[in-house]
């Protein structure tokens, strides 16, 4: 009856602890077997119409979102990461950063740890984007004359000096 009782608590605390380890961050599995990772307080104000960004300036881009993984992530790291792992962030026309999120391959939730994650998370979310080296442009869906409000850009977590060490 003790092992029981033991084993309950036991199992009881272990899903306690399981559910801290992600009270910052959400996990969604995808059916391909990848992770969606959103911050809990990441908040997705994604109002208009949406468009798609047209760099002035590839160099500024980089820049501002790789100085940032690369600050936060260890170079360690970056030879074990797969070049799928991804950030998404969303911004306004005014270059506010709106939402972030990311994808992670299965191998690599336990290489990239929750605190750097949010780490990247808050960082972009501090960053404001220079609109002089950017235009958010109408996509084939976007109606004729409808003014674009926000768009999505994408990036592998692992800077391109560090792809295909492997």
């Keep these: 009856m003790k092992k029981i009782i033991l084993l309950t608590i036991s199992l009881i605390c272990l899903n306690a602890v399981n559910a801290q380890d992600n009270k910052n961050l959400q996990y969604t599995k995808s059916e391909y077997g990848s992770y969606w990772v959103t911050p809990v307080s990441n908040s997705t104000?994604?109002?208009?119409?949406?468009?798609f960004p047209e760099w002035h300036d590839e160099k500024y881009v980089s820049n501002l979102l790789y100085s940032t993984v690369r600050k936060v992530i260890p170079k360690e790291k970056f030879e074990?990461?797969?070049r799928s792992s991804?950030?998404?962030?969303?911004f306004n026309i005014k270059g506010e950063i709106l939402s972030c999120t990311f994808l992670l391959q299965a191998e690599d939730i336990s290489i990239v740890t929750e605190k750097?994650?949010?780490?990247?998370?808050?960082?972009?979310?501090?960053?404001?984007?220079?609109?002089?080296?950017?235009?958010?442009k109408p996509d084939e869906y976007t109606p004729i004359g409808k003014v674009v409000d926000y768009a999505e850009i994408g990036g592998s977590l692992v800077p391109m000096e560090y792809r295909g060490k492997k």
């Design 45 to 51: 104000k994604r109002e208009g119409t949406r468009g």
């Design 116 to 136: 750097e994650l949010i780490d990247i998370y808050q960082s972009f979310m501090k960053k404001k984007i220079d609109m002089r080296k950017v235009s958010i």
């Design 80 to 82: 074990k990461l797969q």
């Design 86 to 90: 991804m950030f998404f962030i969303t």
